[in-house]
């Protein structure tokens, strides 16, 4: 039986000397490490086995040793105890790393949700009057207005139809007309049919790009003769009517893995969405549709080609390959939807330079109706023209996905269409 000042008196176990506290231990210990690790490049502890890669991590490994009520019972283990410590330390150690881990995981997934809307922020109706109350705050709308607006914009979600303040029509047509005087350093026009064009607005801006330019795609199904059968009456929705669309091509079984993605939810949210949902859109409405996948660039500079020579090939189906065409092709196919990494766009045509070079005309949800409609104007005309062409050197993102309406679907179809999309896959180009 030890008195009560023996069990306070603490032995070194690397001297004789002893101390009155775990605190001066340390300390006493300390001196003996800072002898022991000058003069070589081995930091064993000298309390157990345990070999440390520096002279820091061997300060921390014998800090444990000290820890109050750990020291006595450390100092008269059993030979056994050496390898539970190292045991422990390395749990300890394991577990600190899993949950670094987990805590960067958590905080990468967030920003993720936040990026592509999935964050519980609201979507399009939510958006729109949080925009209005800031020009309340600031004083550029007055609150009767802000009232008046409000039950105007949930009048109108209420009906699902686009308002059509975002539409600018004739687009197409100008287009045929610009060419029939003008651009004569182009040897073959192409245009699609009759599109209109919807731009963003204060309710979608910085995530509705892919909406808006299924709007545009269905304003010219809707015109095309072909397509009637399996959209009668229909109008072009509103985005939430759109999303809503959406989660019910999801519950028809169309894209389990996308469905997943979103979490089966798009009302209310302001995610985005790219060709894997506008497929899935279509095939819901039974429009037969296709995805190309040009997955890396086919051309020096980053380039594709590739993807320019497969729009020149849509746009001239069904012409009399035995006879060149003619200068100005106006089609009656549907444009194409044009994806890349953070925004998409609306091919509506091609041109086919002198040189042998090759143009898109594209469609832009980002550009203003005001923008637009300077392609109206005789005057305007050749200024905002330059705005809709991409050359090659202008589309160098490594990735772009095309996706085309070709068709209509029978209802055995769509359930086939269905079933594939289990595991829905692009054509890949090259």
């Not at 881990?101 to 990468?108: D, F, L, T, V, Y």
Request: proline share 5%; aromatic share 6%; charged share 25%.
């Amino acid at each position: 039986m030890c008195s009560p000042l023996e069990e306070r008196l603490l032995s070194c176990p690397m001297c004789s000397c002893v101390c009155n506290d775990a605190f001066s231990l340390q300390e006493h210990v300390e001196l003996h490490l800072d002898q022991t690790t000058q003069g070589g490049s081995q930091f064993q502890c000298p309390l157990c086995s345990v070999v440390c890669s520096d002279s820091c991590s061997l300060q921390e490994h014998v800090d444990l040793h000290l820890e109050p009520g750990a020291a006595v019972n450390v100092f008269s283990a059993s030979p056994g105890s050496d390898l539970k410590l190292a045991r422990r330390l390395q749990e300890e150690e394991d577990q600190r790393r899993k949950q670094e881990e987990s805590r960067i995981e958590k905080e990468q997934f967030k920003k993720l949700q936040k990026q592509f809307g999935l964050d519980g922020s609201g979507g399009y109706r939510k958006q729109m009057e949080q925009r209005m109350e800031r020009a309340v705050a600031r004083g550029l709308m007055e609150p009767a207005e802000f009232h008046s607006k409000r039950a105007e914009m949930m009048e109108v979600l209420a009906s699902g139809q686009d308002d059509g303040r975002t539409r600018t029509q004739g687009v197409l047509k100008a287009l045929s007309e610009h060419y029939q005087t003008e651009a004569r350093d182009c040897v073959h026009v192409w245009l699609c049919a009759d599109t209109d064009h919807f731009c963003s607005s204060e309710g979608d801006r910085g995530w509705g790009c892919g909406y808006r330019n299924f709007q545009m795609l269905l304003s010219s199904l809707l015109r095309l003769e072909q397509y009637a059968t399996v959209l009668p009456d229909m109008a072009v929705p509103s985005i939430p009517r759109l999303q809503r669309l959406m989660e019910e091509a999801w519950a028809e079984g169309l894209d389990p893995q996308g469905a997943t993605h979103f979490s089966h939810k798009l009302q209310g949210t302001r995610a985005w969405i790219g060709a894997t949902e506008i497929y899935s859109l279509l095939t819901s409405l039974r429009v037969r549709a296709r995805i190309v996948d040009f997955h890396q660039p086919s051309g020096p500079g980053d380039t594709h080609p590739r993807l320019f020579d497969w729009v020149r090939q849509y746009f001239s189906r069904g012409q009399n390959s035995s006879r060149a065409p003619p200068r100005i092709i106006n089609t009656k196919l549907p444009p194409l939807y044009l994806q890349h990494q953070g925004h998409s766009r609306t091919v509506v045509g091609l041109e086919q330079r002198r040189s042998g070079g090759l143009c898109l005309l594209i469609l832009d949800p980002g550009s203003s109706s005001s923008d637009l409609r300077r392609v109206l104007s005789p005057n305007s005309r050749s200024a905002a023209l330059r705005q809709m062409r991409k050359f090659p050197s202008g589309l160098k993102h490594t990735q772009y996905q095309l996706v085309a309406a070709e068709g209509v679907l029978s209802e055995q179809d769509k359930l086939t269409s269905i079933l594939n999309s289990k595991t829905l896959r692009a054509e890949r180009i090259p």
